[in-house]
């Protein structure tokens, strides 16, 4: 007689074990912080003209006496990277907000340096016989027909920058009126900026 075959069924004697899975916190995605880049990208400016009266005789005593009145115990004080001004007066104003300010001053805790909004008058003397005096309107946030309101003015270092250096290329375009001497706009650059009240004192390397 034939065998019959029987079929013999192996089974694994040790179980699968799981190798259990570990749970990843899903990152948020970082908030945009007050002063960087971020808010800047959807905002729009409106920014107003800058006065330039000129070209004033002050005396060497006047000129040392506004310094120390505006540098003796400032509201701020801000140094500054030797910011070219030739450079720096070839930016739009947009330009100088955005990229300049936002990436350069900034305080302790990462945040543009916010000035009360309020026009700013800046006397420049070097390197010049006769002296320039600057006034800094704030610019405003928004569009052309919005009406300018405390919470959509500003003012900050950048723009006075900015302005400061708009106005040394209109000086240097009238040399001979203003006594120019000794160095051409791209020996200049921003080394310091004084802040007090409403009054500004920017020191000049070259």
């Given at each position: 007689m034939a065998k019959k075959r029987t079929s013999k069924r192996t089974t694994s004697t040790t179980a699968k074990r799981k190798t259990p899975q570990r749970k990843t916190k899903k990152r948020k995605a970082p908030r945009a912080r007050r002063?960087?880049?971020m808010p800047f990208s959807t905002t729009s400016y409106v920014f107003p003209e800058i006065t330039i009266e000129g070209p004033l005789e002050r005396s060497y005593k006047e000129r040392e006496a506004y310094e120390k009145a505006v540098a003796d115990k400032p509201d701020r004080r801000i140094v500054l990277p030797g910011i070219d001004v030739?450079?720096?007066?070839t930016l739009a104003p947009e330009q100088a907000v955005r990229l300049f300010g936002s990436l350069t001053l900034l305080d302790r805790n990462h945040r543009l340096i916010k000035l009360p909004p309020r026009p700013i008058v800046c006397y420049l003397d070097y390197p010049l016989s006769k002296s320039a005096r600057v006034t800094i309107p704030p610019y405003r946030r928004g569009g052309i027909l919005d009406a300018p309101t405390k919470r959509n003015l500003c003012m900050y270092p950048d723009w006075i920058l900015w302005a400061l250096a708009h106005a040394y290329q209109a000086i240097y375009a009238h040399a001979d009126?203003?006594?120019v001497w000794g160095h051409c706009i791209g020996d200049l650059c921003f080394e310091?900026?004084?802040i007090k009240g409403t009054k500004a004192y920017v020191g000049i390397g070259s």
């Open positions: 002063g960087t880049l030739l450079t720096l007066g009126t203003y006594g310091v900026l004084y």
